[in-house]
């Protein structure tokens, strides 16, 4: 259980780093122009680029605090906050129409709650 733990960790950290550094460093305009990202449009630059922020933490969350054995339940609770980031996502898509988009929101949500459930409950570090 820990591998997978670790390989859904390790993947989520890679797809939400990209994702908040893109969001970080790309301007507005840019950002809506890529499919599924229209809904940047609807938000204040600053609020764009602290989601972008809350993402790229998250992502180092995932692994840098048990890589570096300094408070490893700060893993559990990057993924807890990644959750609830992917339910705003998920809400922001659905009220946009974006059925697909909101599939992915899902699926990312699902697998941050399963590292949060194994780094909070059974295995923890």
């Not at 790309?26 to 609807?42: F, I, N, S």
């Not at 933490?57 to 609830?84: F, K, N, S, Y």
């Amino acid at each position: 259980m820990n591998t997978a733990l670790w390989t859904v960790a390790g993947a989520l950290a890679v797809l939400f780093a990209v994702a908040g550094l893109m969001k970080i460093a790309r301007p507005g305009p840019a950002l809506a122009a890529k499919e599924g990202m229209g809904w940047v449009e609807d938000f204040p630059g600053p609020a764009v680029k602290t989601i972008g922020a809350l993402e790229a933490a998250g992502a180092a969350g995932l692994v840098l605090p048990a890589i570096l054995d300094i408070q490893p339940i700060l893993t559990a609770w990057a993924a807890a906050g990644l959750v609830a980031v992917m339910v705003g996502a998920a809400i922001v898509h659905l009220r946009r129409g974006e059925v697909r988009f909101s599939a992915v929101n899902t699926l990312l949500l699902s697998l941050a709650v399963f590292v949060a459930w194994g780094r909070f409950g059974p295995h923890s570090f």
